[in-house]
Structures are given as C-alpha cells and as structure tokens.
T-cell receptor
Framework: GAGVSQSPSNKVTEKGKDVELRCDPI?????LYWYRQSLGQGLEFLIY????????KSGLPSDRFSAERTGGSVSTLTIQRTQQEDSAVYLC???????????????FGDGTRLSIL | KQEVTQIPAALSVPEGENLVLNCSFT??????LQWFRQDPGKGLTSLLL?????REQTSGRLNASLDKSSGRSTLYIAASQPGDSATYLC??????????FGKGITLSVRP
C-alpha cells in the first residue's frame, strides 16, 4: 500500500474486554513500531519489531499488552482485560533500516483511537 | 534516559510571520532527529529528518537545524500561513532503536 494502514480507526469497548489492533506497514519495510499517545502524556514507545522478532518490548506497560508480527508484515497489538487507563490513540510506524538507521524516517499511520468505558 | 523538551507548549502568531520552534534533548548519542506535524485526529507526518552528521535540512518554507553537541534543534517556518496550524513534534532516534518524542508545540496561525 501507499502508506501505513491501521484498523480499526476507532474502537469503543467495555472495561475488562480484550481488544486487538492491527497495523499494515509500508510494503518492504522491515522495522515496525507501536507507540501510544495519551492526553497529557505525549507519545510513548511500546514495542519494536525487526522482521518478526521484537528486540525491544521494554515499553509495554503491563503483561496485559502483547504484540506479534507475522510474515514480516502485518502486526497486531492485543490488550487483554482492558482498563480505563488504556484509553489512548495507538500509533504504528514503519521504516526501512536496511539502508541504515540514520537516514530512514519512520512513517506513521493515522492510529486507532481506543476508548474504554 | 533520553528526554526531549519542547517549549512553549503553544504558540499563536499572525499570518506571514517567520517563526522558530525549539527542541532540546539530553543525550547526544542519536542517529537522527525528526520533526513531525500532527493535525487533529490524524497520525504524524514526517517533515524533515536530520542525520546526526548533518547540521540542517530544508524543505520548501521549512528549515531544521541540529546542534548535537548542545542537544538542540530548531524548526524555522518562513512566511507562516493558516494552513501551518498544527502540532509540531520533535523526536530523536537513538541507539535504543526507538523514537523519543517531545510533547509538541501547538501552533495557531491567525489570518
């Protein structure tokens, strides 16, 4: 595709339910990143994939959060037993670091706006 | 731990003014610095990327500079227009393979 695609664009769910967020990176981009943007908190890093492996999961807030990537392409971020503090915009980005990290920008999707009632 | 600061949090200027947005970061061990634009309800659009070995980058009316040793970057917007109204985010990409963001500057350009 032309850009990073995320779905759904909006998700409203009840506290305690599980949610799954999807990211389709730019074709050929080997690196994929998940970030969370909360009111007053700014953008925070969650997890990074290089291919299908996740060298850095340090940003995941709790063990209720998990992510996977298959085929070096689509990634899903799963939040189990959602809490109200999980309400935020979840952004996905991809880049092509094969040509070096220093000159490859990250391209962002429009995000999934998650609201926990 | 890398920290990125953008001050002020908001800025309002009349159309046509040249303006400078500031960004500072604490750890100079970075691969690059990126400036992004975010419109309400949208994702981030990459405006400029400056590699750690570079001093500045230009795109149209935008010019970004980087002084890695002092931990500072500026985004210069020439002849501002109402369509420039948005939130501008500065982010540094480090050896930890992730972007660390400032909280952004919300710019309003008055017609």
């Amino acid at each position: 595709g032309a850009g990073v695609s995320q779905s759904p664009s909006n998700k409203v769910t009840e506290k305690g339910k599980d949610v799954e967020l999807r990211c389709d990176p730019i074709s050929g981009h080997t690196a994929l990143y998940w970030y969370r943007q909360s009111l007053g908190q700014g953008l925070e890093f969650l997890i990074y994939f290089q291919g299908n492996s996740a060298p850095d999961k340090s940003g995941l807030p709790s063990d209720r959060f998990s992510a996977e990537r298959t085929g070096g392409s689509v990634s899903t971020l799963t939040i189990q037993r959602t809490q109200q503090e999980d309400s935020a915009v979840y952004l996905c980005a991809s880049s092509s670091p094969d040509r070096g990290f220093s000159n490859q920008p990250q391209h962002f999707g429009d995000g999934t706006r998650l609201s926990i009632l | 731990k890398q920290e990125v600061t953008q001050i002020p949090a908001a800025l309002s200027v009349p159309e046509g003014e040249n303006l400078v947005l500031n960004c500072s970061f604490t750890d100079s061990a970075i691969y690059n610095l990126q400036w992004f634009r975010q419109d309400p309800g949208k994702g981030l659009t990459s405006l400029l990327l400056i590699q750690s070995s570079q001093r500045e980058q230009t795109s149209g009316r935008l010019n970004a500079s980087l002084d890695k040793s002092s931990g500072r970057s500026t985004l210069y917007i020439a002849a501002s227009q109402p369509g420039d109204s948005a939130t501008y985010l500065c982010a540094v990409f480090g050896a930890n393979s992730k972007l660390t963001f400032g909280k952004g500057i919300t710019l309003s350009v008055r017609p």
